[in-house]
């Protein structure tokens, strides 16, 4: 797993509507990564509203915000237009960049385990090092924790 200080490591995704997004798209700005299981789902639906409902603070703060799961693109553009979405959402389906900073692992629901993405958030800053991260998110006070870090 990553911890503060280390720098991001470098990535390229396709975004909902395919356009890649690497780590020299985002630099120059702060951004805020969120690793998510799956889009429609409950938990992921109210977090990506949350986002979405507080990106003028995000704006104010001045860091891109990105969502990423190993959804389809397809499956991320339906989550997005279904919500309508102010950020991009990144198609990790192979896992790769899950793995690369730790959040792809072995879980328990409902009595069986399986591999996934577990839900943690990155702050990395102009250069790509990570400012904090955020394990273990509980989506009710994510926003005012992000505020705190950023603020």
């Keep these: 797993m990553l911890k503060k200080g280390d720098?991001?490591?470098?990535?390229?995704?396709?975004?909902?509507?395919g356009e890649l997004i690497t780590n020299e798209t985002i630099k120059g700005k702060k951004a805020v990564l969120y690793f998510y299981p799956r889009d429609n789902t409950p938990t992921c639906t109210t977090e990506a509203?949350?986002?979405?409902?507080?990106?003028?603070?995000f704006n104010e703060l001045?860091?891109?915000?990105?969502g990423i799961s190993g959804d389809s693109k397809k499956?991320?553009?339906n989550f997005s237009d279904k919500l309508d979405l102010n950020f991009d959402l990144l198609v990790d389906?192979?896992?790769?960049?899950?793995?690369?900073?730790?959040?792809?692992?072995?879980?328990?629901?409902?009595?069986?385990?399986s591999m996934?993405?577990?839900?943690?958030?990155?702050v990395i800053d102009e250069t790509g090092q990570i400012i904090d991260i955020i394990e273990k998110v509980k989506v009710k006070t994510q926003i005012d924790e992000l505020k705190q870090i950023l603020g």
């Design 7 to 17: 720098q991001f490591p470098l990535f390229e995704l396709e975004n909902q509507n």
């Design 49 to 57: 509203c949350d986002f979405r409902d507080n990106i003028a603070l």
């Design 62 to 66: 001045n860091p891109s915000v990105y």
């Design 75 to 77: 499956k991320h553009q």
């Design 93 to 113: 389906t192979d896992y790769k960049l899950s793995e690369a900073v730790g959040v792809y692992q072995l879980k328990k629901s409902f009595g069986k385990e």
């Design 116 to 122: 996934g993405i577990v839900r943690t958030t990155f």
